[in-house]
């Protein structure tokens, strides 16, 4: 399942890639946008994948990517900002996907926890069953409800509604299930029941953040000065003012755009590299934020 949101429909890029490509270039984004999210690819496709994506233009396919690169602002300066995809080396990668869309990770790991509830609950009904007690949806043995009954007033279940025999009001446990195996009483609100982990938030770069060993590793593997890199990354978030839930995956979607943006400025309007260092400045070259 692939979400769009509602001011995606109209605004200037979307309005852009429709007079470059026709209807055409919005079938082929969400085309790339069900792929990605099919295989959890954190925003990337393969060349070798753009003829097989289901749901893709049959015709023109070639126009609708170029609508869809080409759908960026153009600024005063002549040079055009990153559109809806961007080129890589090896395939198309969507613009800006971690900030729109979990990454793979968070994906796999709110799985797990569902896995997790739903196997406790098949190992509650077995439990259950071996006593023979049917297990309901919520838990409760069928016995159970059905034998629950309207709070009357009374605890003597022949007396009229309104008696009560004299005496303290007591509950009697059900003979079908153990009192070991009942379940244990729901805490009352605004007491210290545990609750579920709540989705985290996306927010701002941390003043604290820094790059990872496997971010080092990555850089290494693929030339780059990690501590350049992390220094260009900072500087983008702050002048753009980019929020993402998990900033690590975001350094990694950047370490693996580097080197095409290092070796071709323009392949990517998001990010240019200064052609010369500025005065007093050694070592790795600034980035220069376009957009």
């Given at each position: 399942?692939?979400?769009?949101?509602?001011?995606?429909?109209?605004?200037?890029?979307?309005?852009?890639?429709?007079?470059?490509?026709?209807?055409?270039?919005?079938?082929?984004?969400?085309?790339?946008?069900?792929?990605?999210?099919?295989?959890?690819?954190?925003?990337?496709?393969?060349?070798?994948?753009?003829?097989?994506?289901?749901?893709?233009p049959?015709?023109?396919?070639e126009?609708a990517?170029?609508?869809?690169?080409?759908?960026?602002?153009?600024?005063?300066?002549?040079?055009r900002?990153?559109g809806?995809?961007?080129?890589?080396?090896?395939?198309?990668?969507?613009?800006?996907?971690?900030?729109?869309?979990?990454?793979?990770?968070?994906?796999?790991?709110?799985?797990?926890?569902?896995?997790?509830?739903?196997?406790?609950?098949?190992?509650?009904?077995?439990?259950?069953?071996?006593?023979?007690?049917?297990?309901?949806?919520?838990?409760?043995?069928?016995?159970?409800?059905?034998?629950?009954?309207?709070?009357?007033?009374?605890?003597?279940?022949?007396?009229?509604?309104?008696?009560?025999p004299?005496?303290?009001?007591?509950?009697?446990?059900s003979?079908?299930?153990?009192?070991?195996?009942?379940?244990?009483?729901?805490?009352?609100?605004?007491?210290d029941?545990?609750?579920?982990?709540?989705?985290e938030?996306?927010?701002?770069?941390?003043?604290?953040?820094?790059?990872?060993?496997?971010?080092?590793?990555m850089?290494?593997s693929?030339?780059?000065?990690?501590a350049?890199?992390?220094?260009?990354?900072?500087?983008?978030?702050?002048?753009?003012?980019?929020?993402?839930?998990?900033?690590?995956?975001g350094?990694?979607?950047?370490?693996?755009?580097?080197?095409?943006?290092?070796?071709?400025?323009?392949?990517?309007?998001?990010?240019?590299?200064?052609?010369?260092p500025?005065?007093?400045?050694?070592?790795?070259?600034k980035?220069?934020?376009v957009?």
């Amino acid at each position: 399942m692939i979400t769009v949101k509602e001011e995606f429909v109209g605004c200037d890029k979307y309005r852009r890639a429709v007079k470059l490509g026709g209807p055409d270039a919005i079938l082929m984004w969400l085309a790339l946008k069900a792929y990605v999210a099919k295989y959890l690819t954190d925003g990337f496709v393969a060349d070798e994948e753009i003829d097989n994506l289901e749901g893709a233009p049959k015709r023109n396919r070639e126009r609708a990517l170029r609508a869809l690169l080409e759908c960026g602002r153009r600024y005063p300066t002549g040079h055009r900002g990153a559109g809806l995809v961007e080129r890589t080396a090896h395939g198309w990668m969507l613009h800006d996907y971690l900030d729109h869309a979990e990454s793979a990770d968070e994906i796999r790991e709110r799985r797990d926890r569902e896995t997790q509830r739903k196997r406790e609950y098949r190992a509650r009904k077995r439990n259950e069953s071996a006593l023979g007690v049917p297990v309901s949806q919520t838990g409760q043995s069928v016995g159970q409800a059905r034998d629950k009954k309207p709070d009357t007033g009374s605890d003597c279940p022949t007396c009229p509604v309104g008696d009560s025999p004299a005496g303290p009001r007591t509950r009697v446990p059900s003979p079908l299930v153990s009192a070991q195996d009942q379940d244990p009483p729901k805490p009352p609100k605004g007491g210290d029941g545990k609750r579920g982990p709540r989705k985290e938030r996306a927010k701002p770069l941390p003043a604290d953040w820094e790059p990872k060993e496997q971010h080092e590793g990555m850089a290494k593997s693929l030339g780059l000065s990690v501590a350049g890199e992390a220094e260009a990354f900072r500087d983008h978030a702050k002048q753009t003012g980019r929020i993402l839930v998990d900033w690590d995956a975001g350094f990694r979607s950047w370490l693996r755009k580097a080197p095409e943006m290092h070796s071709n400025p323009h392949a990517s309007p998001q990010l240019a590299l200064s052609q010369q260092p500025a005065a007093g400045v050694t070592g790795y070259e600034k980035a220069r934020i376009v957009e």
